[in-house]
């Protein structure tokens, strides 16, 4: 951190550019999925699309990892993968183990 500039330390990273952030990935089960769209619908990112009547992240992908979907499925059928992060000068704290999301 002492070798950074002070533009580098007050820089504010950019949520659309993928050498900054790394989005979150979501995987699904297309056994349990019955592609009721919800997950697409409740997504504040917008990044889920229904194709042949399965869940899928849209590419580019621009998850936040934020559990939404996985809390609304109704089949179970989502679950996190990745974490949304950081990257850049950013120190990165301890996230845990990923965990569902309280119901
Ligand atoms: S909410 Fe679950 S069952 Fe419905 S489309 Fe999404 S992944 Fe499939
Ligand atoms: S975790 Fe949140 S942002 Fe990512 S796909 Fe699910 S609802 Fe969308």
């Avoid at 998850?63 to 990745?82: G, L, N, R, W």
Wanted: net charge negative; with cysteine.
């Amino acid at each position: 951190m002492s070798n950074l500039t002070f533009s580098e330390r007050i820089h504010i990273p950019r949520y659309d550019d993928t050498a900054e952030i790394e989005y979150g990935i979501v995987t699904f089960d297309e056994e349990k999925c019955s592609g009721c769209g919800i997950c697409v619908k409740a997504c504040p990112a917008d990044t889920l699309e229904l194709m042949d009547k399965k869940s899928k992240m849209k590419t580019p992908n621009e998850c936040m990892a934020c559990s939404v979907c996985t809390a609304i499925c109704p089949d179970d059928a989502i679950t996190m993968h990745k974490n949304y992060r950081h990257s850049g000068y950013f120190k990165m704290i301890g996230f845990g183990e990923l965990t569902m999301p309280r119901m």
